[in-house]
Nanobody, 126 residues
């Protein structure tokens, strides 16, 4: 079992920044690909970004390239999502997810991820 706990969401004005954190426990952190997904009201959940088990590969959805950065902290078993230049359309619940199959290339599809956090709300006001 892997437990994921997101934090750092909140209300921010357009153009502002937030950093989301995800604390991982229950499995060796290095044996996980990690991803961030989001779900806006009335929309399906979509991938935002992902990072491989060794940090050597990252994926970014086109709509966040140049604005968001994913990183992982092996000393503290944490994954971060630094969000800048936020837009109202970034408003969503953001989820941290873990993929235990590190023998396979990093994936961006939701069905690749085995464990999910409870989500944290990000609201961007115009």
């Amino acid at each position: 079992q892997v437990q994921l706990a997101e934090s750092g969401g909140g209300l921010v004005q357009a153009g502002g920044s937030l950093r989301l954190s995800c604390a991982i426990s229950g499995r060796r952190f290095r044996n996980l690909h990690m991803g961030w997904f989001r779900q806006a009201p009335g929309k399906e959940r979509e991938v935002v970004t992902a990072i491989s088990w060794n940090g050597g590969t990252t994926y970014y959805a086109d709509f966040v390239k140049g604005r968001f950065t994913i990183s992982r902290d092996y000393a503290n078993d944490m994954v971060y999502l630094q969000m800048s230049s936020l837009k109202p359309e970034d408003t969503a619940v953001y989820y941290c997810a873990a993929d235990i199959d590190v023998g396979v290339r990093l994936g961006a599809s939701e069905n690749r991820y085995d464990y999910w956090g409870q989500g944290t709300q990000v609201t961007v006001s115009s």
